[in-house]
């Protein structure tokens, strides 16, 4: 069975700093990977995935993510942060079952930005 | 991406009742999903829920708890019966993306049980 681990729970970064939120997955064969975002309230917004190819991925709002296979990792990057970017983020990993993909979600990274 | 629209958007239910939780699409989908968030943690999948068959459960969860219905290719309803405080929760669904196995989300219902 797949699973992820984001081993920061919590991380604050000054507005205008880089950032980067730690993903690592377990799974059998080649994963497919996701970053998602909540806003407080808010439903999960896609950021960015990976299935194949390429692996640096570009996403919305100024986010990159890189798979390592050999780090089974998925980190996700910013060079810059801005105030609006403290949101909870989450990394997934899928697994095409059957025709479908069912997603197993991270504990999440809360992000606090400093002004 | 597909809108997802979902009803109520919150509510503060007594022990015991059972509350029914709508997903509607702007678009025909084939997969739909049930997600619950528990206070301060992440998403656990409920049940994955096709047209025209019996919703799949995941391990943890079943159908005398979490009925759900997929009348047609834009609508799913999930009821959380006979509620105990444990329920409360984010209960979001989610939607398969025929184009590359994107899941979308919508904005989720905040369930509070007394």
């Known amino acids: 069975a797949q699973s992820v681990t984001q081993p920061d729970i919590h991380i604050t970064v000054s507005e205008g700093a880089s950032l980067e939120l730690r993903c690592n997955y377990s799974?059998?064969?080649?994963?497919?990977l996701f970053w998602y975002v909540q806003s407080p309230g808010q439903g999960l917004q896609l950021l960015l995935k990976?299935?194949?190819?390429?692996?640096l991925v570009q996403g919305i709002k100024g986010f990159e993510a890189e798979f390592k296979r050999s780090q089974s990792s998925f980190n996700l990057r910013k060079p810059s942060v801005h105030w609006s970017d403290a949101a909870e983020y989450f990394c997934?990993?899928?697994?095409?079952?059957?025709?479908?993909?069912?997603?197993?979600f991270g504990t999440g990274t809360q992000l606090k930005v400093e002004l | 991406s597909a809108v997802i629209s979902q009803k109520p958007s919150r509510d503060i239910c007594q022990r015991g009742t059972s509350l029914t939780i709508q997903c509607q699409v702007d678009?025909?989908?084939?997969?739909m999903f049930w997600y619950r968030q528990q206070p301060g943690q992440s998403l656990t999948l409920i049940a994955t829920?096709?047209?025209?068959?019996?919703?799949?459960?995941e391990s943890g969860f079943v159908i005398d708890k979490f009925p759900i219905s997929r009348p047609n290719l834009t609508f799913s309803t999930l009821t959380v019966s006979n509620m105990s405080p444990e329920d409360s929760s984010i209960y979001l669904c989610?939607?398969?993306?025929?184009?590359?196995?994107?899941?979308?989300f919508g904005p989720g219902t905040r369930l509070t049980v007394l």
């Open positions: 678009s025909q989908v084939t997969m």
């Open positions: 829920a096709n047209q025209g068959s019996e919703a799949t459960y």
């Open positions: 799974y059998g064969a080649t994963p497919y």
């Open positions: 990976y299935f194949s190819g390429d692996t």
């Open positions: 989610s939607v398969l993306s025929g184009r590359a196995a994107e899941q979308f």
């Open positions: 997934a990993v899928g697994a095409n079952t059957g025709g479908g993909n069912k997603l197993t």
